[in-house]
Nanobody, 124 residues
Framework: QVQLVESGGGLVQAGGSLRLSCAAS????????MGWFRQAPGKEREFVAT????????YYADSVKGRFTISRDNAKNTVYLQMHSLKPEDTAVYYC?????????????????WGQGTQVTVSS
């Protein structure tokens, strides 16, 4: 069982930056691949970024590639999403999730545990 708590969301102007954090409970955090997803009003939840268990492999949605960076600190049981050059279309609730698969995966069906989400709003 893994419990996830996101933080770091907020309101930012277009072009600005935010760093999201996701704190995980449980001693087996390092065994899970982690992902960030987002959901805008009226839209389906979509993949943003994923990182493997060791932090050595990452994968991004095309819409955020080059602007967002996912990382993890297994000693702190935390995964991060650094977001730069934010756009109004990045506005959404951002969720972190844990997958029992150790490798990166963008498939939402592979994620078993979810946080409650944190709101990111980018103003134009």
């Amino acid at each position: 069982q893994v419990q996830l708590v996101e933080s770091g969301g907020g309101l930012v102007q277009a072009g600005g930056s935010l760093r999201l954090s996701c704190a995980a409970s449980g001693r087996t955090f390092s065994m899970y691949a982690m992902g960030w997803f987002r959901q805008a009003p009226g839209k389906e939840r979509e993949f943003v970024a994923t990182i493997n268990w060791s932090g050595t492999s990452t994968y991004y949605a095309d819409s955020v590639k080059g602007r967002f960076t996912i990382s993890r600190d297994n000693a702190k049981n935390t995964v991060y999403l650094q977001m730069h050059s934010l756009k109004p279309e990045d506005t959404a609730v951002y969720y972190c999730a844990a997958s029992p698969l150790s490798g990166t995966t963008h498939d939402i069906r592979h994620y078993a545990y979810w946080g409650q989400g944190t709101q990111v709003t980018v103003s134009s």
